[in-house]
């Protein structure tokens, strides 16, 4: 199954205490609670590019599975990290922040980020 297509968030858990956690500032945090983010994933192959818009905000990340790439993280730092793919989903780990992000049928896209004890979680669906 391809994630190639074009993503709108319908619904998400713990946004406000998770982006808290990450250090996002209580301004951005309270502009972003209410914004259906669209995500557009386009996959070649190993390769892919993630694109996720967020009102004004939009945040590219390219990367091929199993290398090393540099991404960039909800707060606009880069680092460097590999993505792995297990079947319908692709995992990173970012600065201690472990994210899922599964293509559970061809219209669906769960999103889930960990830190710590908190699990914030997007559920997209294929526009």
Known sequence: MSFSGKY??????NFE???KAIGLPDDLIQKGKDIKS????EETGDDFKVTVTTGSKVLVNTFTIGKESDLETLTGEKIKGV????????KTSLKGIESVTELVDGNTIINTMTLGG????????RM
């Not at 993505?83 to 692709?90: F, P, Q, S, W």
């Not at 908190?118 to 669906?125: F, P, Q």
Request: hydrophobic share 35%; charged share 30%.
């Open 8 to 13: 709108q968030l319908e619904s998400q858990e």
């Open 17 to 19: 205490p998770f982006m």
């Open 38 to 41: 669209i995500s557009e994933i």
């Open 83 to 90: 993505v792995h793919r297990e079947g319908n989903k692709l």
């Open 118 to 125: 908190i699990v914030y979680k997007r559920i997209s669906k």
